[in-house]
């Protein structure tokens, strides 16, 4: 990835910048002074710009790989929560309504002649009319006139 206007060592340099190195690192790798590195770093403008623009390339590329991880992760949910045994579907259903941020809505049920699904069919049913009675009085009506403009 040679930009027109580096050298090849202050495009190594970036490349070390990218895995964490110092600028003493930097220069003992490339056998120049800490302090060239620190002016390509702090005082040269395609350096500079040439290090943003990877940056970006690699928070880029990291979001992606994320994002997939995320899918996965969210496979793995959905098939503990309709296939897993009882008590794995138990733990992931409660884990999923706190990590959501909804678990608040409702109160659960300490009725202990019931079922673990009985359980979560019982808290299920009492947040979704909590939720959405929530999100109707949030968003039915503004508050002022300063609200109305928001909206």
């Known amino acids: 990835m040679l930009d027109n206007n580096l050298s ?13 190195k110092n600028d003493t690192e930097i220069g003992n790798a490339l056998g120049v002074s800490r302090e060239c590195v620190w002016r390509w770093r702090n005082e040269n403008p395609d350096f500079i710009e040439a290090a943003r623009k990877r940056q970006e390339l690699m928070a880029a590329r990291q979001m992606e790989e994320l994002n997939d991880m995320l899918t996965e992760a969210l496979m793995v949910v959905k098939e503990n929560l309709r296939s897993g045994d009882g008590k794995t579907r138990m733990h992931v259903a409660l884990q999923l309504l706190k990590m959501s941020g909804l678990q608040g809505f409702a109160k659960t049920p300490h009725v202990k002649e019931r079922s673990e699904e009985e359980i979560i069919t019982a808290f299920l049913e009492e947040l979704i009319p909590e939720a959405n009675k929530e999100i109707r009085m949030r968003y039915s009506q503004p508050d002022t006139v300063e609200d109305i403009g928001e909206r």
């Open 8 to 20: 090849v060592k202050q495009e190594q340099a970036i490349s070390l910048m990218m895995v964490g």
